[in-house]
């Protein structure tokens, strides 16, 4: 069994934000791959979908702590579930990535991701797959970046992003098919 998060805070509010990139590659995910519907999971504090990559059994998760709190998520459904941090993925927005792009890293650290640094020190491990989703501010960008990352995408913005979200499902078949290695080769410019 497999697990794949996406991170992002829950609520209306955030819906449309930059820092749900995670929330909406997991909801490409499970629309394109034949996922069951997400159902609200209270003992794993997420939203969970359950289908199948490359004939292994995938848990999609959207973890419902807000973002500094995912490792709450994640660890419950790897304990429960016994998943090696090898078959762990988590999808996230980057704001030193640039816009729109997609990077997938076999392991690192959290840079200043407070759901991946939550995620790290909980689990007490770098080594599992991430796959980063580019939403750096533009360059004229002088205001606070917690304000920039919970914004409203524009228009333009949600198009852009979409390019790199519309990768993520084929990305995540050739991870469990043929490897990380060739994923980044295949991915990362």
């Known amino acids: 069994m497999k697990l794949i998060v996406g991170l992002g805070n829950p609520g209306k509010q955030y819906e449309k934000t930059r820092h ?57 459904i790897i304990n429960f579930y016994k998943i090696p941090i090898e078959d762990l993925i988590v999808i996230f927005d980057d704001a030193d990535l640039p816009y729109g792009n997609m990077r997938i890293r076999p392991e690192g650290s959290g840079g200043g991701h407070k759901g991946m640094k939550s995620i790290i020190e909980s689990i007490g491990t ?19 970046l917690e304000d920039y990352v919970l914004g409203k995408l524009t228009d333009s913005e949600k198009d852009e992003l ?5 990768q993520v499902p084929h990305a995540v078949g050739i991870i469990f098919g043929e490897g990380v290695e060739k994923a980044m080769n295949e991915f990362n410019s």
């Open 20 to 76: 749900n990139a995670g929330f909406m590659a997991i909801d490409e995910i499970q629309e394109r791959m034949n996922f069951g519907s997400f159902k609200m999971s209270d003992k794993f504090k997420a939203e969970i979908a359950e289908g199948q990559i490359e004939n292994e059994k995938v848990i999609l998760a959207k973890p419902q702590t807000f973002m500094n709190l995912s490792s709450q998520s994640v660890s419950a």
């Open 126 to 144: 770098q080594g599992f797959v991430r796959v980063r989703l580019g939403i750096q501010p533009p360059a004229n960008f002088r205001g606070v």
């Open 162 to 166: 979409q390019v790199a979200i519309n």
